[in-house]
């Protein structure tokens, strides 16, 4: 990057208060937040801003101080996420997922003051942590009906509006006083890593690493200003918390929130994103009304009215990561005139640093690197990177904040990667993933597992056999295409325990990874296997939030079905 160049200066010295103050001087009537029948232009959005972070201010929440919000995708989340940034407070979004033992983890080693819930699910997460001594000394609950402990502590989101409302009566200015002494290197929020061993690790993240990599994005895919998107996965999500608030504030879009993945096609429908971010899993799930057109009437015409009639006509940056997606995927999409853009990043690097995008799209790559940041790949083949949108590092229990990057200022990614002479990336595995077969071979797990989810039936795949002769798999089917391909074969049964033990389904299932094999060479190739009876998800722990594998815990929970795979 050049230093000169006026966006990257720019953004070096931006603070998120300073973004939605530019917002709202210059389009305060716009629209800005849509959620259900409420929409708020940018000066509603400003106005509720300034309340709640009085309120937030009422409480005693100051300046560096942790704020933990536990809320679904709504407004009041986005509300009181950005007020407390305007106090140089630092905001975290928990995972809904997370059990009472990882939320009391988090709020004590956040050591957060005020934590903002918001109904009876989140409130039963907390039990312990509330129950027991802690550092929490403010409870605000959306949901009154759930609020029914006489603690001292929990308040309303009424009635932190209302405190609010008093105290800019009595000191007008405060909000903006208190923005003013934000500087760019300030922390402006942690998120939380569980990571695929479980592991929570708080990376903090400065308005200059927020502000850079949203301005950067910005250069990417050259976003329209005022463009409409959705906010539906997690906020605790990197991905989510950079297109729906960061970018978001950053271009001046409109944000249309979904708190139920379930209504995401019709959210997608009404709102028609320009920019629209997806883990693969999400894709597969749009992919099912595709899947059953013909190839002969996959016209440009009937392609069209199908991309309208799934939302996605003016997808202009739809975008995949977290985790690999299957190339056969990528395929479907294109064949109806949908280029899905892979992209990569991480937590730590405040979201994107590579991203295929229109005019330089090279499927089966994650992209070039995004404007104003370093790639490359060490001895060993793991990716670093370099660059203002690399985190200040991870929040320690005392509150100190321990580097992420060595000496040179690169962060080592963990995962391993190549660069072609055009400058696409290609992740290839974690570092710590490789499967090291007792021939020595090196085995990328995930190369092999794509290749075993291609078939709609599989929903999840893990492949194991480190130090192992050969390669065995644990399959789970998937919860919705399996039903219905069962009901279109007449099995006459649908329970995924059914299913999983059917000769029907079991043969087209070993037609899949006979299939699978045939892609792969001859150390990747699956020997055995087994179809489990049980879906896999984040409450059960096989999976993180970001719906990857927890592969050391799935290997210990199936430990004694993988030593039968291998005749143990």
């Known amino acids: ?14 603070t998120l208060p300073q973004l939605l103050s530019r917002n709202v001087a210059q389009f305060p009537q716009h629209p800005a937040l849509t959620d259900g029948d409420r929409t708020l232009t940018w000066e509603q959005v400003w106005h509720e801003v300034q309340v709640v972070a009085a309120g937030l201010a009422a409480l005693g929440l100051r300046r560096g ?49 005020v934590v903002v819930l918001a109904g ?20 605000v609950v959306l949901d009154e009906q759930a609020m029914v402990s006489a603690d001292e502590r929990f308040r309303t989101w009424r009635r932190l509006r209302e405190l609010g409302e008093q105290r800019l009566r009595e000191d007008p200015e405060l909000v903006r006083r208190a923005s003013t002494a934000i500087g760019p290197a300030d922390p402006a929020a942690i998120l939380y890593t569980s990571g695929t061993t479980g592991e929570q690790k708080g990376v903090v993240l400065t308005h200059r690493n927020i502000c850079f990599a949203a301005a950067s994005l910005h250069q990417a895919t050259l976003a329209e200003r005022h463009a409409p998107r959705i ?41 028609r994103p320009a920019l629209f971010f997806a883990v693969p899993r999400v894709w597969e799930k749009l992919a099912a009304a595709l899947r059953d057109v013909p190839a002969e009437r996959r016209t440009p015409q009937a392609a069209r009215r199908l991309r309208a009639r799934l939302g996605l006509d003016r997808a202009s940056w739809p975008a995949s990561g977290a985790a690999p ?21 991480m937590t730590e690097t405040t979201g994107c640093v590579t991203t295929n ?6 499927p089966g790559t994650v992209g070039q690197p995004v404007p104003g940041v370093e790639v490359r790949t060490s001895d060993d083949g793991e990716v670093l990177v370099r660059g203002p949108l690399v985190c200040a590092g991870y ?19 963990g995962d391993i990667g190549v660069l072609d002479a055009d400058g696409f990336l290609s992740i290839t595995d974690r570092k710590k993933e490789l499967i090291i077969s007792a021939g020595g071979k090196n085995i990328a797990p995930t190369a092999v597992e794509n290749a075993l989810r291609a078939h709609p039936l599989i929903g999840h795949a893990l492949v194991f056999g480190d130090r192992r002769p050969y390669l065995v798999a644990l399959l789970v089917l998937d919860e919705e295409a399996a039903p219905k391909w069962a009901r279109e074969h007449g099995l006459g049964v649908t329970s995924l325990r059914d299913l999983a033990e059917h000769p029907a389904v079991l ?5 899949a990874v006979e299939a699978a094999n045939a892609r792969l060479n001859r150390p990747e190739q699956v020997k055995r296997y087994r179809v489990l009876a049980h879906t896999w998800g984040v409450e059960g722990g096989e999976l993180t939030p970001t719906l990857k594998l927890k592969r050391r815990v799935i290997h210990e929970k199936y430990a004694d079905v993988i030593d039968q795979l291998y005749g143990s």
């Open 1 to 14: 990057m050049s230093g000169t160049e006026p966006w990257a200066a720019a953004a070096l010295e931006t």
């Open 65 to 113: 101080q942790a704020v933990l919000i536990m809320v679904p995708n709504q407004v009041e989340h986005w509300l009181v996420d950005v007020a407390a940034t305007h106090l140089g407070a630092v905001p975290s979004t928990l995972y809904p997922t997370l059990s009472q033992e990882q939320v009391h983890y988090i709020a004590h080693h956040s050591r957060a003051k």
């Open 120 to 139: 009876a699910d989140q409130l039963r997460r907390w039990s312990q942590t509330l129950r027991n001594a802690s550092g929490v000394e403010h409870v």
């Open 231 to 271: 906010c539906y996965l997690p906020l605790a999500h990197i991905a989510e918390r950079m297109v729906s608030i960061y970018a978001a504030l950053h271009d001046v879009a409109h944000v249309h929130f979904c708190a139920d993945q379930t209504q995401l096609p019709a959210a997608l429908a009404r709102a």
């Open 325 to 345: 997606i299957d190339r056969e995927l990528l395929e479907l999409f294109s064949s109806f005139g949908l280029d899905i853009y892979e992209l990569w990043g």
């Open 357 to 362: 995008r229109a005019g330089a799209h090279r």
């Open 395 to 413: 929040l320690e229990p005392d509150g100190a904040i321990r580097p992420a990057t060595d000496a040179d200022g690169w962060l080592h990614t």
């Open 507 to 511: 043969s087209e299932v070993a037609a």
